[in-house]
């Protein structure tokens, strides 16, 4: 072997066993390609593109600070996740918020903690009422049970004109 040629084991042998290693260098590489996606895979399943993780968790603001969601953009069908609504007011006052969109489309309400005061149904959405505290604060904790599949979007508003919308995604 001289020193501007290839190594033997880069050549076709005919014995013992007829070898192309043009096609066996493609797929070594072929291989080598399939385990870097498979790594990259895992890598973004773990920081939560495919449910609860960095990616996934998302917190939205209204412009006047007033009203604020934290959520999961991505979901698993027959997977619970939590969605937290954060909102100000009158110290001791009935809060008023909607939520609407097609998130009910896509999504079956398990828990709501603590229970509104009052609800009422709004178009495709609802109406709640939640009790502030002394600061004019009150946070609801929903439990959502992903049932569809794709992209929905949501929108929550409270009266005098705070409100976010966000989409979520359901996967398979």
């Known amino acids: ?46 920081l ?10 998302a ?12 959520y999961e953009k991505f979901h698993r069908n027959g997977s619970s996740n939590p969605l937290v609504l954060h909102l100000k007011g009158q110290p001791n006052a009935l809060l008023e918020v909607e ?7 896509g999504f079956n309400v398990e828990a709501m903690q603590p229970q509104p005061v009052r609800s009422a149904s709004a178009g495709q959405g609802m109406k709640l009422w939640i009790q502030a505290d002394a600061q004019g604060q009150a946070s609801l904790y929903l439990s959502l049970l992903g049932e569809g599949l794709g992209r929905y979007e949501s929108r929550v508003a409270m009266p005098g004109g705070s409100a976010v919308s966000f989409d979520q995604f359901i996967f398979p």
């Open 1 to 46: 072997m001289s020193q501007d040629s290839e190594p033997d084991d880069l050549h076709n042998r005919v014995f013992p066993v007829h070898e192309d290693m043009a096609y066996q260098l493609k797929v070594w590489r072929f291989e080598r390609v399939g385990w870097y996606v498979l790594v990259l895979l895992v890598v973004l399943t773990l």
């Open 99 to 105: 939520l609407g969109g097609e998130w009910l489309q």
């Open 59 to 70: 917190d939205v603001q209204s412009r006047d600070g007033r009203l604020g969601v934290t």
């Open 48 to 57: 939560g593109l495919f449910s609860r993780g960095p990616l996934s968790s």
